[in-house]
């Protein structure tokens, strides 16, 4: 098939208002003109995020339930910086509190929580301590007085008086009947057992020795069972006797204890009292009374009189310590705690154990250790998202402590269950939690976790770009000059600033944005400084942020060179020169994560009579992705719409990237796959020295695609290997145009005319410069002029109509 020769007046008349290729000018950025040249003045809170600022201000100003808040952002963006000097900036609340654990005397398995305003807690268990301590003396010395030892004394005699009193009169009786009470010396017996025995004879005789004298008739065996009946009731007797004494004696010593009581108890109550009066809290009044009964309960630690029984080995007074889990000091700070292993023991607090002398686990309240919700209590927790939800533990419970603002300690779980048996009473807390994660974790909790919304009200978005005015140029510029001198880099000039700021532009990925990732931009600043030193240079210009670039690029280029050398071999097939038929350049971009780089890949179509339609080698390969099985859809839409209107298609065309072994997906790739396919269907060659990149719908409009810059300097760098002839380019979506920010290798081609850069609106502008052929307008009746290209497609789409469908004909 040939074509006839057309001037392509419509096309002129289309591209009129619009060149055809971009200038150098186009291109080229100019930060050095007056309109960026303002005063600096100092920098903000943050750059470019006046959005994400009055959330966060907003989110720490309402003290209300829920108002917890979710940072989102790509990393970079400054979330934690901005995070910090926010919170840096508030005042300390008065919901600060010291927490402290205290014993619960009745129940020790079941600590108590106290609470008092900052700075008191240390105190506070000084003062328990110096209570105790004084305690040891004043106990002592108020029993040693007269009053109390004449009492005493007293109570000893009467109790001593009638237990000698009972003891003879049991004696007497015994003696009576021939008996007579004995101290028992078998090895066996207990000390001090008793037992009584008969008298022969007036003196004691044991039961064997008078079966003897029975045997030998001495004793008349009457006698002998007389004897017996009356041990029996005596022994009896015996016990109910001492069974009474030991009453007397319990009794005597409750008594003694009454004594002792009312001994210390004024004394006691005036110590307690003046601790009371220095922390009047309520919960603290009410506890200092259990201490005060639990010492007049206890006295015996404090005289010595016998030894305590304390299984977990602690010392005896250890009692009437004090656990501060929470010290604010005098001076409190507002509490900002970021926590970066936010497991359960590390938010929530955990209760250590120790083996006692039998070996078993033992532990007490003074065993609690406070969580990073205990020490911001009053304040502001912050967490990375990542982190917390990766707990499976942690997470719930974190939002149940946010519903009901109670922090519940548990002992940290053994493989045969919990290590320690306390469970402490939960602390009250007032926290606002803070958690920093990407966009997509915020979007998938408030769809699938109903409690989400309700508990994180304020959602406080990072952009990761801002607009590119003179302010945010001022701002820049204070950045960088901060940035230099806090790290004690060299200065910058204004030929540096003006590549920095190139370097914003690009990673904005559009002309008249700026990044907000200054992470990436301090990096860069820090990489200049180091080759503007190593060059001997006192400032930081151009050319040693372009040296950056360039080792950036360098160190990170492997898979790019790797690549280029099997075009070069011919392992992979591609051509940067000539024309041909059904074969098209398309440019895709490898993402390696810590950079990314575009390279053209070859897409061929083949056409014929048949009913198939458009086959898309990669689906049927199960390699295609949905948005480009999309895509592939669409262009049958397309070229329905555009060249059989009419007639029903009898087409069976596939269209595939060729040499490409891994999945494809995104539809950036489908008008140069148009290309491929009318160029198919037409015969018409294409250039080979141009590569294509943008999206189409079904009514041929090109539509912009991602990763435009990283394309073009992609065929740029593949057609500098090759050689350049100074007719190779691209051909990009026009809306594309903002998105190009290119180095300034490629910016030098362009101005030198060896590289071109075609900007297109419709896919038949793109098939003008492919194949210089003119598409034509179509009629109302579906038809192009004789001669266009439109014609060309309609008449061989018509003949496959016949072809696949003969009978029809």
Same mark, same amino acid.
């Given at each position: 098939?040939?074509?006839?020769?057309?001037?392509?007046?419509?096309?002129?008349?289309?591209?009129?208002?619009?060149?055809?290729?971009?200038?150098?000018?186009?291109?080229?950025?100019?930060?050095?003109?007056?309109?960026?040249?303002?005063?600096?003045?100092?920098?903000?809170?943050?750059?470019?995020?006046?959005?994400?600022?009055?959330?966060?201000?907003?989110?720490?100003?309402?003290?209300?339930?829920?108002?917890?808040?979710?940072?989102?952002?790509?990393?970079?963006?400054?979330?934690?910086?901005?995070?910090?000097?926010?919170?840096?900036?508030?005042?300390?609340?008065?919901?600060?509190?010291?927490?402290?654990?205290?014993?619960?005397?009745?129940?020790?398995?079941?600590?108590?929580?106290?609470?008092?305003?900052?700075?008191?807690?240390?105190?506070?268990?000084?003062?328990?301590?110096?209570?105790?301590?004084?305690?040891?003396?004043?106990?002592?010395?108020?029993?040693?007085?007269?009053?109390?030892?004449?009492?005493?004394?007293?109570?000893?005699?009467?109790?001593?008086?009638?237990?000698?009193?009972?003891?003879?009169?049991?004696?007497?009786?015994?003696?009576?009947?021939?008996?007579?009470?004995?101290?028992?010396?078998?090895?066996?017996?207990?000390?001090?057992?008793?037992?009584?025995?008969?008298?022969?004879?007036?003196?004691?005789?044991?039961?064997?020795?008078?079966?003897?004298?029975?045997?030998?008739?001495?004793?008349?065996?009457?006698?002998?069972?007389?004897?017996?009946?009356?041990?029996?009731?005596?022994?009896?007797?015996?016990?109910?006797?001492?069974?009474?004494?030991?009453?007397?004696?319990?009794?005597?010593?409750?008594?003694?204890?009454?004594?002792?009581?009312?001994?210390?108890?004024?004394?006691?109550?005036?110590?307690?009292?003046?601790?009371?009066?220095?922390?009047?809290?309520?919960?603290?009044?009410?506890?200092?009374?259990?201490?005060?009964?639990?010492?007049?309960?206890?006295?015996?630690?404090?005289?010595?009189?016998?030894?305590?029984?304390?299984?977990?080995?602690?010392?005896?007074?250890?009692?009437?310590?004090?656990?501060?889990?929470?010290?604010?000091?005098?001076?409190?700070?507002?509490?900002?705690?970021?926590?970066?292993?936010?497991?359960?023991?590390?938010?929530?607090?955990?209760?250590?154990?120790?083996?006692?002398?039998?070996?078993?686990?033992?532990?007490?309240?003074?065993?609690?250790?406070?969580?990073?919700?205990?020490?911001? !209590?009053?304040?502001?927790?912050?967490?990375?998202?990542?982190?917390?939800?990766?707990?499976?533990?942690?997470?719930?419970?974190?939002?149940?402590?946010?519903?009901?603002?109670?922090?519940?300690?548990?002992?940290?779980?053994?493989?045969?269950?919990?290590?320690?048996?306390?469970?402490?009473?939960?602390?009250?807390?007032?926290?606002?939690?803070?958690?920093?994660?990407?966009?997509?974790?915020?979007?998938?909790?408030?769809?699938?976790?109903?409690?989400?919304?309700?508990?994180?009200?304020?959602?406080?978005?990072?952009?990761?770009?801002?607009?590119?005015?003179?302010?945010?140029?001022?701002?820049?510029?204070?950045?960088?000059?901060?940035?230099?001198?806090?790290?004690?880099?060299?200065?910058?000039?204004?030929?540096?600033?003006?590549?920095?700021?190139?370097?914003?532009?690009?990673?904005?990925?559009?002309?008249?944005?700026?990044?907000?990732?200054?992470?990436?931009?301090?990096?860069?600043?820090?990489? !200049?400084?180091?080759?503007?030193?190593?060059?001997?240079?006192?400032?930081?210009?151009?050319?040693?942020? !372009?040296?950056?670039?360039?080792?950036?690029?360098?160190?990170?280029?492997?898979?790019?060179?790797?690549?280029?050398?099997?075009?070069?071999?011919?392992?992979?097939?591609?051509?940067?020169?000539?024309?041909?038929?059904?074969?098209?350049?398309?440019?895709?971009?490898?993402?390696?994560?810590? !950079?990314?780089?575009?390279?053209?890949?070859?897409?061929?179509?083949?056409?014929?009579?048949?009913?198939?339609?458009?086959?898309?080698?990669?689906?049927?390969?199960?390699? #295609?992705?949905?948005?480009?099985?999309?895509?592939?859809?669409?262009?049958?839409?397309?070229?329905?719409?555009?060249?059989?209107?009419?007639?029903?298609?009898?087409?069976?065309?596939?269209?595939?990237?060729?040499?490409?072994?891994?999945?494809?997906?995104?539809?950036?790739?489908?008008?140069?796959?148009?290309?491929?396919?009318?160029?198919?269907? #037409?015969?018409?060659?294409?250039?080979?020295?141009?590569?294509?990149?943008?999206?189409?719908?079904?009514?041929?409009?090109?539509?912009?695609?991602?990763?435009?810059?990283?394309?073009?300097?992609?065929?740029?760098?593949?057609?500098?290997?090759?050689?350049?002839?100074?007719?190779?380019?691209?051909?990009?979506?026009?809306?594309?145009?903002?998105?190009?920010?290119?180095?300034?290798?490629?910016?030098?081609?362009?101005?030198?005319?060896?590289?071109?850069?075609?900007?297109?609106?419709?896919?038949?502008?793109?098939?003008?410069?492919?194949?210089?052929?003119?598409?034509?307008?179509?009629?109302?009746?579906?038809?192009?002029?004789?001669?266009?290209?439109?014609?060309?497609?309609?008449?061989?789409?018509?003949?496959?109509?016949?072809?696949?469908?003969?009978?029809?004909?």
């Amino acid at each position: 098939m040939t074509f006839k020769a057309v001037k392509p007046i419509l096309l002129r008349e289309v591209l009129m208002n619009n060149p055809p290729e971009l200038s150098y000018e186009d291109l080229r950025f100019d930060f050095s003109s007056e309109q960026y040249s303002l005063p600096l003045f100092p920098q903000s809170v943050l750059i470019g995020q006046p959005r994400a600022i009055r959330a966060l201000e907003l989110g720490t100003a309402i003290d209300a339930p829920g108002y917890n808040i979710f940072v989102s952002g790509p990393p970079g963006t400054g979330r934690q910086t901005a995070v910090r000097k926010i919170l840096s900036q508030l005042p300390p609340t008065d919901k600060i509190r010291d927490l402290l654990y205290v014993n619960h005397f009745t129940r020790t398995d079941a600590p108590v929580i106290l609470t008092l305003p900052p700075g008191k807690g240390p105190l506070f268990k000084t003062r328990v301590h110096d209570l105790v301590e004084a305690l040891k003396v004043r106990i002592r010395q108020e029993l040693g007085g007269e009053s109390y030892k004449t009492n005493r004394d007293l109570l000893l005699k009467k109790t001593e008086f009638r237990e000698t009193h009972l003891v003879s009169e049991f004696e007497s009786r015994l003696a009576q009947h021939g008996f007579k009470m004995t101290t028992v010396e078998d090895g066996e017996a207990d000390p001090g057992t008793m037992d009584i025995v008969p008298l022969f004879d007036g003196k004691p005789c044991s039961f064997e020795e008078l079966q003897e004298k029975v045997s030998a008739g001495i004793i008349p065996e009457d006698q002998w069972n007389r004897t017996r009946e009356q041990y029996y009731r005596h022994i009896d007797e015996m016990r109910g006797l001492f069974d009474g004494l030991r009453e007397a004696r319990a009794q005597m010593e409750k008594d003694l204890q009454k004594l002792q009581v009312s001994a210390i108890q004024p004394m006691l109550r005036r110590q307690v009292r003046a601790l009371n009066r220095a922390f009047p809290e309520p919960a603290v009044k009410d506890w200092l009374v259990t201490l005060e009964k639990d010492i007049e309960a206890n006295l015996f630690l404090f005289t010595g009189d016998k030894n305590p029984d304390d299984p977990s080995g602690a010392p005896a007074l250890a009692r009437y310590g004090v656990n501060v889990l929470v010290d604010h000091g005098p001076t409190p700070k507002l509490p900002i705690v970021f926590e970066t292993r936010p497991t359960a023991a590390n938010l929530f607090g955990t209760i250590e154990a120790r083996p006692d002398p039998q070996g078993e686990s033992r532990s007490n309240f003074l065993m609690i250790k406070p969580g990073s919700l205990h020490q911001a !209590s009053g304040g502001y927790l912050v967490l990375r998202a990542e982190d917390i939800l990766n707990q499976e533990e942690a997470w719930p419970l974190l939002k149940q402590t946010l519903q009901n603002g109670q922090v519940e300690i548990q002992a940290t779980a053994g493989p045969f269950g919990a290590l320690a048996l306390l469970k402490p009473q939960p602390a009250e807390v007032k926290v606002k939690v803070i958690i920093m994660g990407n966009q997509g974790v915020y979007d998938f909790l408030i769809q699938e976790d109903p409690e989400f919304g309700r508990l994180f009200k304020i959602s406080a978005e990072f952009d990761p770009v801002m607009e590119l005015t003179p302010t945010t140029v001022n701002e820049y510029r204070v950045f960088i000059d901060n940035h230099l001198a806090k790290h004690g880099l060299p200065p910058m000039d204004q030929s540096g600033r003006q590549e920095i700021l190139e370097y914003g532009v690009r990673l904005a990925g559009h002309r008249r944005r700026l990044t907000t990732q200054f992470s990436q931009v301090a990096d860069l600043l820090t990489e !200049s400084a180091y080759w503007a030193r190593k060059a001997g240079q006192q400032t930081i210009d151009r050319k040693a942020v !372009s040296r950056a670039l360039e080792e950036r690029r360098y160190l990170f280029s492997l898979p790019e060179e790797k690549m280029d050398e099997q075009v070069s071999e011919g392992q992979i097939l591609l051509s940067v020169t000539g024309k041909a038929v059904g074969q098209v350049n398309g440019l895709a971009v490898l993402d390696r994560g810590s !950079s990314s780089f575009g390279r053209p890949m070859r897409i061929t179509a083949v056409a014929g009579p048949g009913t198939d339609g458009i086959v898309n080698i990669e689906g049927e390969a199960g390699l #295609s992705g949905e948005i480009h099985d999309k895509g592939v859809l669409i262009l049958e839409g397309l070229i329905r719409d555009r060249f059989a209107r009419e007639f029903p298609l009898g087409l069976s065309a596939s269209v595939g990237f060729e040499q490409s072994y891994g999945g494809i997906d995104g539809d950036s790739a489908s008008s140069t796959e148009a290309y491929a396919i009318l160029s198919a269907i #037409s015969g018409a060659p294409l250039r080979q020295d141009l590569a294509v990149s943008g999206s189409v719908n079904q009514r041929g409009e090109i539509q912009p695609v991602g990763g435009i810059t990283e394309k073009v300097e992609g065929f740029y760098f593949t057609c500098l290997k090759q050689g350049l002839t100074g007719t190779q380019g691209v051909i990009i979506p026009r809306s594309n145009i903002q998105n190009l920010v290119l180095n300034q290798e490629v910016q030098r081609a362009v101005r030198e005319g060896r590289f071109h850069i075609y900007p297109v609106t419709t896919v038949d502008e793109g098939m003008f410069l492919l194949s210089g052929l003119e598409m034509g307008n179509m009629d109302k009746q579906g038809r192009y002029p004789e001669g266009t290209l439109g014609a060309t497609i309609v008449k061989k789409l018509e003949r496959m109509r016949a072809a696949a469908h003969p009978k029809e004909d």
